[in-house]
């Protein structure tokens, strides 16, 4: 299988503290992974590095083949990654222009994304949301609105940190649902998680961050 993502040598510091120093990082095309690791082993930050919201160091960067640099974060990537945070920020707007905004800000015409946005809310179980201002809505249902949000850019590479941490019951079972049909989709996606369930979906490969390394399982 083809290597979407290829990083060597990726470290972060804060300060006098290394976090961690990386030697490879491989992500491979169309593959699901789960990133787990003790609390404060950098699991957050790795997600956030890839995203471009943390600044780190990195000899080698290279997304489909092609070499690039982490910073500044290039369009390559900013085009090709989405990043979904455990408390999705959402606007004070409505959900359904909330899912399409990533779509209006590309360019694209209204009647495109209101056709994209109806078939992800019908996705991710939240059409009859579609009016609500986003405070109104429960925690499993920002989840997937903002699951919903990051499907529409259609991604190589999705990030999720901890997509069901907060949620219990039939909001946490309605997200784990979600994932294997977004891995269908063909994008490579990472979750950080402690959540077996999610660890144990069919085709997702375990990555644990400890002491600063990688280790595939």
């Known amino acids: 299988m083809s290597a979407l993502l290829v990083i060597e040598q990726l470290r972060k510091r804060f300060g006098e503290r290394t976090l961690f120093d990386i030697d490879r990082f491989t992500i491979a095309a169309a593959s699901a992974y789960a990133l787990t690791g003790v609390n404060g082993a950098g699991k957050s930050t790795l997600l956030r590095i890839l995203a471009g919201l943390e600044p780190a160091q990195a000899a080698v960067v290279r997304f489909n083949g092609q070499a690039l640099a982490l910073s500044p974060y290039p369009a390559a990537l900013?085009?090709?990654?989405?990043?979904?945070?455990?408390?999705?920020?959402?606007?004070?707007?409505?959900?359904?222009?909330?899912?399409?905004?990533?779509?209006?800000?590309?360019?694209?015409?209204?009647?495109?994304?209101?056709?994209?946005?109806?078939?992800?809310?019908?996705?991710?179980?939240?059409?009859?949301?579609?009016?609500?201002?986003?405070?109104?809505?429960?925690?499993?249902?920002?989840?997937?609105?903002?699951?919903?949000?990051?499907?529409?850019?259609?991604?190589?590479?999705?990030?999720?940190?901890?997509?069901t941490s907060n949620l219990d019951g039939a909001a946490r079972e309605q997200v784990i649902a979600l994932i294997p049909t977004l891995i269908a989709t063909g994008c490579s996606v990472v979750m950080a998680c402690h959540d077996p369930d999610l660890i144990g979906l069919p085709g997702v490969q375990r990555i644990k961050l400890r002491d600063g390394q990688i280790e595939f399982r």
């Open 78 to 163: 900013r085009h090709a990654v989405a990043y979904v945070h455990q408390h999705p920020i959402m606007f004070s707007t409505s959900v359904a222009h909330n899912i399409g905004y990533g779509l209006l800000a590309r360019g694209l015409g209204r009647q495109q994304v209101q056709s994209a946005v109806d078939e992800a809310m019908a996705w991710a179980g939240v059409e009859h949301l579609r009016g609500s201002d986003p405070v109104s809505l429960s925690g499993g249902e920002k989840q997937r609105v903002a699951l919903a949000r990051a499907r529409v850019l259609r991604p190589r590479l999705l990030l999720l940190d901890e997509p």
